[in-house]
C-alpha cells in the first residue's frame, strides 16, 4: 500500500475507536512519522513520539525502588508516556523505530502493546498505539519482532508512491519546481535505496524535500555549493542526473507557458510528458473537493483551461494520458466541470477514445 492508504487504516481506527495497534513498515524516508502527526492534528490528537531505538528498557518500563519503610516496591512510571492531565483525554503513543531496538525493549513495548499498561502504569482510555519501523531489507539495523508481538498488530507495509506524495504532500508543501517537473518525468526516482548496496546516500522523499529547500535559497545549479548539496542529500547518480536536467529546464515548455501563452508544444515525447503533467498538476486542489458546490469560482476556472489545454495537443496518446490523469484527481467533478464546458472538439474526441479512457461506454466518463 501507500503511505495515502496507510493513513486511511489509522483513521479507521480513530473514526470508530478501535484499539487495535497498527505496524506500518517501510523504506524510511518516505513520511511514516509524518502522516501520523498529520492525522494527529486533524483529529485532535496529541502525538507522543517515541523513538525506541534511542531508548534503554528502563526509560519505557519504568524504575522499580523500596518505599520508605523498606517493605514493598513502588513503580516509578517514565514521564515519556501518555498522561491524561498533562497531553489531554485524546492521545497516539507512536512506538517509532520498533524493529530497531533491542529486544529487551521490544518486551517492554509488548505489554504496553498488549495489556495497555506497565508495572502500575496503564494508558489512559483515549490512548491509541501505533508503531513503526523498517523492513529487514532496508538495510537498517534490523531486529525481528517476536512471534507472540507480531501477532498482536495489524501489520501493513508502506511503498513510495509518486502520484500520492506528488498530490497530498509535494503541491500542497510548494515542493520547488525543479524537484516536481524531475520527478514527474522520473517517478521510480522519488525513492533510489537498493538492498545490498554499500552507498549510505539515497534519494527518498524526506531528502527531495531537502533538495526543494535548498533550491528555494539558491536554484542556480551551476553553483558548485549546490552541486554538492545536492549530491549530499540524493547521492551521486541520480543527483548529477538532477542537476543535469536543471540546466535544460530553461528550454522545456512550462505549463503555464503553454495555458496562458503563446508557446507551442514541443514535439520530445519526453518534454511532452513532462509538460502533461505540469498541465494536470495545476489542478492538484481536485482530490480535496467533495461535491461541486465546494469548488471556486477560480477552481472551476483553472479545471476549465486546464482541459483546454489538454485538448490543444496535437498528439492523441497525450490528451488521453493527461485526461485519465486529471479523471483519477477527482472523476465526479472532472465529469461536471467537463460536462458544462460543452466544446465540440472535446466531445468529438472524447466519442473517438471512450475506450482508451477507461469509461464504460461511449459518452460515459
Not at 477514445?353 to 477507461?358: D, E, K, R, S, T
Request: net charge negative.
Amino acid at each position: 500500500m501507500n503511505i495515502k492508504e496507510f493513513g486511511d487504516t489509522v483513521e479507521f481506527n480513530l473514526q470508530h475507536n478501535l484499539k487495535h495497534t497498527i505496524l506500518g513498515l517501510g523504506a524510511p524516508g518516505i513520511g511514516k512519522s509524518e502522516i501520523i502527526r498529520q492525522i494527529g492534528a486533524k483529529y485532535g490528537y496529541k502525538v507522543i513520539d517515541i523513538r525506541l531505538a534511542q531508548m534503554s528498557e528502563v526509560e519505557i518500563s519504568g524504575l522499580i525502588y523500596p518505599n520508605a519503610d523498606r517493605t514493598k516496591t513502588i513503580w516509578l512510571s517514565p514521564e515519556v508516556l501518555p498522561d491524561e492531565r498533562r497531553d489531554g483525554p485524546r492521545t497516539i503513543l507512536l512506538l517509532d523505530e520498533i524493529t530497531s531496538c533491542t529486544k529487551r525493549v521490544q518486551v517492554a513495548a509488548y505489554q504496553l502493546i498488549l495489556d495497555r499498561r506497565i508495572g502500575q502504569y496503564t494508558l489512559p482510555t483515549g490512548t491509541m498505539v501505533i508503531a513503526l519501523g523498517n523492513r529487514e531489507d532496508d538495510d537498517g539495523v534490523y531486529i525481528r519482532l517476536a512471534g507472540p508481538l507480531a501477532d498482536r498488530f495489524e501489520i501493513h507495509y508502506i511503498e513510495p508512491h509518486f502520484e500520492t506524495w506528488k498530490h497530498d504532500y509535494a503541491i500542497p508543501n510548494k515542493i520547488h519546481k525543479f524537484v516536481l517537473d524531475y520527478l514527474t518525468f522520473k517517478p521510480e526516482a522519488l525513492h533510489t535505496q537498493v538492498a545490498g548496496d554499500s552507498n549510505i546516500v539515497f534519494a527518498t522523499p524526506r531528502s527531495w524535500t531537502r533538495v526543494s529547500d535548498i533550491l528555494k535559497f539558491d536554484c542556480n545549479v551551476d553553483n558548485q555549493v549546490i552541486q554538492h548539496k545536492i549530491v549530499g542529500n540524493i547521492g551521486e547518480k541520480e543527483g548529477l542526473q538532477f542537476i543535469e536536467y536543471c540546466k535544460h529546464q530553461e528550454k522545456l515548455v512550462g505549463a503555464d507557458d503553454f495555458m496562458y501563452g503563446n508557446a507551442e508544444a514541443p514535439e520530445s515525447p519526453d518534454e511532452l510528458y513532462i509538460l502533461v503533467n505540469g498541465i494536470v498538476g495545476k489542478a492538484g486542489f481536485l482530490p480535496s473537493v467533495r461535491t461541486p458546490e465546494e469548488l471556486t469560482e477560480n477552481q472551476e476556472r483553472t479545471v476549465q483551461e486546464v482541459l483546454r489545454a489538454l485538448f490543444r495537443l496535437t498528439k492523441a496518446e497525450f490528451i488521453v494520458m493527461g485526461l485519465r490523469n486529471l479523471l483519477q484527481l477527482n472523476r465526479g467533478i472532472v465529469k461536471h466541470i467537463f460536462l458544462e464546458l460543452d466544446d465540440e472538439n472535446c466531445l468529438r474526441f472524447i466519442h473517438a477514445n471512450w475506450y482508451a479512457l477507461g469509461m464504460d461506454e461511449i459518452g460515459q466518463l
